[in-house]
């Protein structure tokens, strides 16, 4: 039983990018294709499209992306807020990350966005994962 699929899914796509695969295959849910969502608009991978499998179970295929000398868009990619441990910021708060070179994906009200759309929209919520 996996009690966080969004760390599964973040270390995977670590993992694939370590061994500079093109693709990488995360289980599916809707919390995952929001984060895929945030990480395709800032750019940090190509593409993902979610796959029917056998017995109703989706998988998402992840198309990495890689600069010039073949070393992965992705510099780090942490989980932030964990099942034992909640963490909630308000919008004034998660203004920026790693002096606007990084971002931080937000789960809030409107939906799971980057920080920079929530700190425009002026909401807060729970930080999943910051990436650079």
Same mark, same amino acid.
Do not use: H, M, Q
């Given at each position: 039983m996996m009690n966080d699929i969004i760390a599964? +899914?973040? @270390? %995977?796509? %670590? /993992?694939?990018?370590m061994r500079k695969l093109d693709v990488a295959t995360l289980l599916h849910s809707n919390t995952v294709v929001g984060v895929l969502n945030v990480l395709q608009s800032k750019e940090y991978i190509d593409g993902f499209k979610v796959i029917d499998g056998t017995n109703n179970k989706k998988t998402i295929q992840v198309t990495l992306?890689?600069?010039? /000398? =073949? *070393? !992965? #868009?992705?510099?780090?990619? @942490? %989980? #932030? !807020? *964990?099942?034992?441990r909640r963490v909630? *910021? /308000? +919008? !004034?708060?998660?203004? !920026? $990350?790693k002096n606007g070179y990084g971002t931080i994906i937000v789960s809030t009200n409107k939906g799971i966005i980057a920080n920079d759309e929530? $700190?425009?929209? /002026? #909401?807060?919520? =729970?930080?999943?994962? @910051?990436?650079?």
């Open positions: 599964d +899914a973040l @270390t %995977r796509i %670590r /993992n694939a990018a992306k890689y600069d010039d /000398n =073949e *070393k !992965s #868009v992705i510099n780090e990619i @942490t %989980r #932030v !807020s *964990k099942p034992g909630y *910021k /308000n +919008a !004034s708060e998660i203004k !920026s $990350f929530a $700190f425009a929209a /002026n #909401v807060g919520g =729970e930080l999943l994962c @910051t990436v650079w």
